[in-house]
């Protein structure tokens, strides 16, 4: 899914999602989500991907 400005970071269930979204939105980010997917604008992409592999990694060596 292509919107002109957003980019797709994370797609997932919606309840997945919505999590996500509130982690990239504490953070500082602008953050849309579609059904399952989470956008942020362009320009905060490389931060918002950065964030969720923090998160991932955290969360598997729990």
Do not use: Y
Not at 14 to 40: K, P
């Amino acid at each position: 899914m292509r919107v002109e400005g957003w980019t797709l970071v994370f797609t997932s269930r919606r309840t997945m999602a919505n999590l996500v979204a509130a982690v990239l939105q504490a953070n500082g980010l602008h953050v849309e989500v579609l059904g399952g997917r989470v956008m942020v604008p362009d320009q905060q992409a490389e931060s918002a991907r950065r964030i969720i592999r923090t998160a991932n990694a955290k969360r598997s060596s729990q």
